[in-house]
């Protein structure tokens, strides 16, 4: 059995004020690493306007320097 690392972080973008009719969402994501090198990632979405569909939403990893040696196949 391969136990995951689970990190959790929560980061809130403030550089700009949001106005009363902004599109707001909120995303939940928790990225699972396992030890065999596979990526897991769950996330979920709630916005202010639910009924509006969001084309494509894309996710991006950022991978600390000291795992240089990191290797991915497609």
Known sequence: VVEPLRV???EE???KKFGSN?????????WTVYKDG???????IT??????VLPRLGY???VPQQ???????D
């Open 8 to 10: 959790e972080k929560i």
């Open 13 to 15: 973008l403030t550089d």
């Open 22 to 30: 902004d599109f707001k969402f909120t995303t939940n994501q928790v």
């Open 38 to 44: 596979s990526i897991e990632l769950e996330a979920s």
């Open 47 to 52: 916005s202010n306007q639910p009924s509006l």
């Open 60 to 62: 991006m990893i950022r």
């Open 67 to 73: 795992y240089d040696n990191l290797t991915y196949d």
